[in-house]
T-cell receptor, first 113, second 113 residues
Framework: QKEVEQNSGPLSVPEGAIASLNCTYSDRGSQSFFWYRQYSGKSPELIMSIYSNGDKEDGRFTAQLNKASQYVSLLIRDSQPSDSATYLCATYAGGTSYGKLTFGQGTILTVHP | DAGVIQSPRHEVTEMGQEVTLRCKPISGHDYLFWYRQTMMRGLELLIYFNNNVPIDDSGMPEDRFSAKMPNASFSTLKIQPSEPRDSAVYFC???????????FGPGTRLTVL
């Protein structure tokens, strides 16, 4: 089992819809979770971090964490074509907050007008 | 403040040649990471440094790969000899001790013919 797993997609949603991206992880000790966005040909950039169970909202983005189910999700409301990118889920190995950041394979999101 | 700087941005070389990738982290960041990204394997950590000291090099694929950090503002990743399967995008990232957010450089796209 991979340490961090994501549906590779591609996920296609119409403009204005909610995009839902999912991620599961295998290390029960993981404490910190991150969503990175990567445009084609560019480097990953952090868009959300979450540490506690529940929801965390930032503008159109909401991250959801369920440690019991070892599940992290990212919701993008009012999706825009500019949201089209690959979204990477990541967590630090071994329950630390430093060192090895393990990434999922990424989910390709396409928002069509 | 400038972000993470990497050079060269593109490198095309022939099998068997030595390749050196360079990275300048963000000033004041104590951690430096080298990643490799391919379609097949995704984004994977090769090695990371803390205060110029290599901490975990378990991701380095084989002895052909080596990394150094002679001072706080410079790191190199060397491949000798290079092989076609080393073709990938290599990212350098850095972070300060006080946060767990990693900041990525623009990457070096390496093609080994």
């Amino acid at each position: 089992q991979k340490e961090v797993e994501q549906n590779s997609g591609p996920l296609s949603v119409p403009e204005g819809a909610i995009a839902s991206l999912n991620c599961t992880y295998s290390d029960r000790g993981s404490q910190s979770f991150f969503w990175y966005r990567q445009y084609s040909g560019k480097s990953p950039e952090l868009i959300m971090s979450i540490y506690s169970n529940g929801d965390k909202e930032d503008g159109r983005f909401t991250a959801q964490l369920n440690k019991a189910s070892q599940y992290v999700s990212l919701l993008i409301r009012d999706s825009q074509p500019s949201d089209s990118a690959t979204y990477l889920c990541a967590t630090y190995a071994g329950g630390t907050s430093y060192g090895k950041l393990t990434f999922g394979q990424g989910t390709i999101l396409t928002v069509h007008p | 403040d400038a972000g993470v700087i990497q050079s060269p941005r593109h490198e095309v070389t022939e099998m068997g040649q030595e390749v050196t990738l360079r990275c300048k982290p963000i000033s004041g960041h104590d951690y430096l990471f080298w990643y490799r990204q391919t379609m097949m394997r995704g984004l994977e950590l090769l090695i990371y440094f803390n205060n110029n000291v290599p901490i975990d090099d378990s991701g380095m694929p084989e002895d052909r790969f080596s990394a150094k950090m002679p001072n706080a503002s410079f790191s190199t990743l060397k491949i000798q000899p290079s092989e076609p399967r080393d073709s990938a995008v290599y990212f350098c990232a850095s972070r300060p001790t006080v946060t767990d957010t990693q900041y990525f450089g623009p990457g070096t796209r390496l093609t080994v013919l």
